[in-house]
Nanobody
């Protein structure tokens, strides 16, 4: 059973924008932290941003000022608005969510490709 479903990935030129969305099927995710990781080609998965159920946010230094994370607890969704994209943002982006026991659940990922 898929519990987190990402959408919105694609191909964009440098300087462009994309918006990723993640829909959660479990209501418990809306009570906990949700966010996004990414895995560039040949590299390890890295944290991009996360947001608590109260709306506190964290961004990695590499995306700060360009990406904005938001969530809608009523709809169990978390979005990532990505502006001024760079080729180094090319990666598979994974949505994640914590449950009430602090276990991490993952989406299947969506590809973002930024051309120079």
């Amino acid at each position: 059973q898929v519990q987190l479903m990402e959408s919105g990935g694609g191909f964009v030129q440098a300087g462009g924008s994309l918006r990723l969305s993640c829909a959660a099927s479990r209501s418990s995710f809306s009570r906990n932290t949700m966010g996004w990781y990414r895995q560039p080609p040949g590299q390890q998965r890295e944290l991009v941003a996360h947001i608590t159920n109260g709306g506190s946010t964290y961004y990695s230094d590499s995306v700060k000022g360009r990406f904005t994370i938001s969530r809608d607890n009523g709809k169990n969704t978390v979005d990532l608005q990505m502006n001024n994209l760079k080729p180094e943002d090319t990666a598979v982006y994974y949505c994640f969510a914590q449950d009430d026991y602090y276990s991490i659940h993952w989406g299947r990922g969506t590809q973002v490709t930024v051309s120079s």
